[in-house]
Structure formats: structure tokens, C-alpha cells
């Protein structure tokens, strides 16, 4: 393919949504093409190395967008996504790239769309109308008080209108802008592009290999921060069992405590990345860095307990490591109900949790074999998936011609 002018828009309110675009950046750089990366200035710190243009967006209102989703109200207001739609529009304009390819900026829906730039979405299977899985109760306000039975009857009554608040921001933005609504399913908010690139298999929902349920598998699309090892990697003994921690940069880490306290019932070696939080104190089992290049840890590591989030949890997988994920929003969730399923790893709610709960499942996904085992099968099938490969497939079908 004749090299292409490829701007990469990452929407990183969290890391996952820096991660992913940047892996896909450096495939597409070393394939010869034009790439511009666009992110807040928050992600600095990781794009120092980064081998081509770099454009700042305007901050992404992280702190409110963490308040808006564990409160459960829409994530993004009218006047908040019609600013994302004109920064958008003003970058489009001025680089004219061939393709512009999205992680979370759902307003490039609409720029891309007014600016006639082919768009593509980095998004999970489970997010996509194709599938119907069943939507576990997040961790709203009522759970705490109604209890997980009653809150789960209530938000299967309530979910569809749910949706249609969610969307109904984005929906008065697009008429504003003279598209048409997308309807009132939250789904097709998130996945509404010329191709949705699947950052996971089609193993895990059923499926057959090179499936494409309205939009292309990459595989997972595995990232780690370029950071150097913190001084005590050397002291890790690799002939003892290694827990991996790391709870993600979306909030939560007051669930560390219970965590690491179940996590002392079990003879086992602590690796802890909190992401920017606070370090707890470090003794002769734990091990703690406020960021960590997570695959090298998940390399280590015999078990990874994380948010359940797609990006940590495929990290843990295609190195055969099973994943006890601690949900909060929606997302992690949906990915978790798909893992657990098949055997990758248990969830534990974290309105529920306690060391104790912590030392009882931590030590059936360290013992039971069965665990390890699909891990290590499900590694085999995923390596069948080159997420940079694919990507060429998907510019193939997005760009045809020289």
C-alpha cells in the first residue's frame, strides 16, 4: 500500500484509551506511513520517545468524567462533546489525513463524517449491537443501599431508557450538526464508524476464528509504558508464586487496602502499580511502583488481579496468567462476564469485598490448574492474532486503491 497520512485520536481518560492508538501508531510508522498522534497533555509523559508528530488536545475532564460514570450519568454533556466535535473538526481540516482512526472520541462520529475522513474506531466486541450479553448491575449509588438482587432487577427494567439518556447527548449533538440520530442504544454511540477494529478474538464470544460481527478483530492489542524497572525487580524471587496488582487509572484504588490484605493470608510474592496513587508500604513480600511496565509484570506474574478492564486483562491472558478482575463501570463488567465465562479468571464486586474474599479467590485461581490452563490455551489462540496485521487489512479495506 502506498504510504498513508494516518492521525490517531486517543480519548485517554483512561490509559487504555492512550495504549491501544499508540501500540497501532508505532506498527503504522514502521510500515511507512505519514502518523499523527493526537492526546491530552496529561499523557505526556509516555509519548516521550514517541517517533512522530505529537498534537496536544485540550484537557479530556478526567476527574468529571470518572464522577459522571460512577454516579451514573451520562459521561459526556451536549456542551462537552460539541467542543471535542469542534477541536476535532479544526485538527481534521488543518492535517487532512487519509484516516483517522479513534479510541473513545466518540465525536469523531460526527467531524470525521463532516470532514469526509474515512474513521475508524478501536472499541471491544462487547460493546457491539451484534451481540446480547447479559449487563451486569454496575456499581451505582443504589447497590450500596438496595443490595446487588434488587439493584440487578431494577437496572434489567431501567437499562434500555438508561441507554437512551446516555445517548441522547451525543444524539442532539449529531442533529445539531444536520446527521441523523443513531437511536437509543448506548452501543451504537460507541461503535458508530466507517469500521470498528475489535481490540480482542472472536473465541471469547462464541464465535469462529476471522468472524467479523460488524467490524474487524485485531486482537488484543497488548501496550505497555516505556519505563524503566523499578530498583527492586531483581529482588523478585521468579521460583515463588507472583500476584500482580494493578487496579487502573480510572479510580478505585481505596479497594487496595482489602485487596492487600487478603493477598498477606497467601504465600505469595506482591507486585503493585497504583497508577499515580499513593504507594502503600512495601515490605519483604510486596513490591510497589506508582507505574510499571505492566507486561513485563504480567510476564512474571502467576495471577493478575486487576479492574477487568480489556487492556490489563489480555495482557495477563496472552501470557497464561488468569485474571481476577474487580469491576466497576459497565465496561469492565461486559468484559468480565465474556472471561469468566469461559474459564479466564472470577469477579468479585467491589461493594462485596473484603480480605477475605480477597484470600479465598486469590488462592482457587492460584490452585485450581483448570484456571492456568485456559489461560495458557487461550494465549495460543490470541498469538494467532497479530493486531498490526490486521491493522493492514483494515487500511486495505478502508483505503482501497494504490
Known amino acids: 500500500m502506498t504510504p498513508k497520512k494516518i492521525l490517531l485520536m486517543a480519548h485517554d481518560v483512561t490509559l487504555a484509551h492512550l495504549g491501544r492508538p499508540l501500540q497501532l501508531a508505532e506498527g503504522l510508522i514502521a510500515d511507512g506511513h505519514d502518523v499523527t498522534l493526537a492526546a491530552s497533555a496529561e499523557s505526556s509523559r509516555f509519548l516521550k520517545n514517541f517517533p512522530a508528530r505529537v498534537h496536544t488536545l485540550a484537557p479530556t475532564g478526567k476527574a468529571r468524567f470518572i464522577d459522571n460514570r460512577?454516579?451514573?450519568?451520562?459521561?459526556?454533556?451536549?456542551?462537552?462533546?460539541?467542543?471535542?466535535?469542534?477541536?476535532?473538526?479544526?485538527?481534521?481540516?488543518?492535517?487532512?489525513?487519509?484516516?483517522?482512526?479513534?479510541?473513545?472520541?466518540?465525536?469523531?462520529?460526527?467531524?470525521?463524517?463532516?470532514?469526509?475522513v474515512p474513521y475508524a474506531t478501536i472499541t471491544n466486541a462487547y460493546w457491539s449491537p451484534a451481540f446480547t450479553p447479559h449487563f451486569v448491575v454496575p456499581?451505582?449509588?443504589?447497590?450500596?443501599?438496595?443490595?446487588?438482587?434488587?439493584?440487578?432487577?431494577?437496572?434489567?427494567?431501567?437499562?434500555?431508557?438508561?441507554?437512551?439518556?446516555?445517548?441522547?447527548?451525543?444524539?442532539?449533538?449529531?442533529?445539531?450538526?444536520?446527521?441523523?440520530?443513531?437511536?437509543?442504544?448506548?452501543?451504537?454511540?460507541?461503535t458508530d464508524a466507517d469500521l470498528a477494529l475489535f481490540s480482542d478474538v472472536p473465541e471469547i464470544y462464541g464465535l469462529p476464528p476471522d468472524s467479523d460481527p460488524g467490524g474487524m478483530f485485531l486482537g488484543p492489542i497488548d501496550w505497555s509504558p516505556d519505563l524503566p524497572l523499578p530498583p527492586w525487580w531483581g529482588e523478585i524471587d521468579k521460583t515463588r508464586p507472583v500476584i500482580y496488582v494493578t487496579l487502573g487509572s480510572s479510580g478505585a484504588n481505596e479497594l487496595l487496602v482489602p485487596v492487600l490484605e487478603g493477598l498477606r493470608q497467601i504465600d505469595a510474592q506482591v507486585i503493585v502499580s497504583t497508577a499515580g496513587a499513593p504507594l502503600p508500604p512495601a515490605d519483604s513480600r510486596l513490591f510497589c511502583a506508582?507505574?510499571?511496565?505492566?507486561?513485563?509484570?504480567?510476564?512474571?506474574?502467576?495471577?493478575?488481579?486487576?479492574n477487568g478492564g480489556s487492556p490489563t486483562a489480555y495482557q495477563a491472558l496472552v501470557r497464561g496468567a488468569p485474571v481476577l478482575g474487580i469491576p466497576g463501570n459497565l465496561d469492565q463488567y461486559l468484559n468480565m462476564h465474556y472471561l469468566e465465562k469461559a474459564g479466564l479468571g472470577m469477579v468479585m464486586r467491589g461493594t462485596q469485598l473484603s480480605a477475605t474474599v480477597v484470600t479465598a479467590a486469590a488462592g482457587r485461581l492460584l490452585g485450581e490448574v483448570g484456571f492456568r490452563e485456559a489461560a495458557c490455551a487461550f494465549a495460543q489462540r490470541a498469538s494467532r492474532y497479530q493486531?498490526?496485521?490486521?491493522?493492514?487489512?483494515?487500511?486495505?479495506r478502508l483505503l482501497p486503491g494504490p
Open 387 to 396: 493486531p498490526r496485521a490486521r491493522l493492514r487489512q483494515a487500511l486495505e
Open 70 to 116: 460512577a454516579k451514573g450519568r451520562p459521561v459526556f454533556d451536549f456542551d462537552t462533546l460539541k467542543r471535542f466535535t469542534e477541536e476535532d473538526e479544526a485538527l481534521l481540516a488543518a492535517l487532512r489525513p487519509d484516516l483517522v482512526i479513534g479510541d473513545f472520541r466518540i465525536t469523531l462520529s460526527i467531524s470525521a463524517r463532516r470532514q469526509q
Open 290 to 306: 506508582d507505574y510499571l511496565p505492566g507486561g513485563a509484570a504480567a510476564e512474571l506474574a502467576d495471577l493478575v488481579i486487576c
Open 139 to 190: 456499581n451505582l449509588p443504589m447497590v450500596p443501599i438496595l443490595g446487588v438482587g434488587l439493584s440487578q432487577a431494577i437496572f434489567d427494567l431501567v437499562r434500555p431508557l438508561a441507554f437512551a439518556v446516555h445517548a441522547h447527548p451525543m444524539n442532539r449533538l449529531r442533529r445539531h450538526c444536520g446527521l441523523a440520530s443513531l437511536g437509543h442504544d448506548l452501543r451504537r454511540i460507541y
